[in-house]
């Protein structure tokens, strides 16, 4: 195929796309605890300890918050290992992802 292109002096043109983005979201329960959440947030999505904690009330005040934004591998492994480490500690924390 191509040399038929470059016989016929075709010229063929690629687009690169830029993988999307996905946002992280975390959504609030009646059981895991705050203190848990803040952690989390801090070893898992990399946030301060202030971030962290600002975040945590966001998602317990209004139901839920992005709490990252990443390349689809990067968001579902995140959500794995907070849900393992929620399982752990029997919490049932949940989590959705969403194209940004």
Sequence with gaps: MKQELLANNEQTQYILKKPSLFNVIMHNDN???????????????????????????????????????????????????????????NFPLQLTIKEA
Excluded: P
């Design 31 to 89: 059981e895991t605890t705050m203190d848990f959440v803040v952690t989390v947030l801090m070893n898992i999505y990399c946030m301060t300890r202030r971030d962290a904690e600002t975040t945590m009330m966001k998602i317990h005040n209004e139901g839920s918050a992005i709490v990252g934004q990443y390349y689809r591998d990067i968001a579902e492994t995140k959500i794995l290992l907070t849900v393992n480490l929620a399982k752990k500690h």
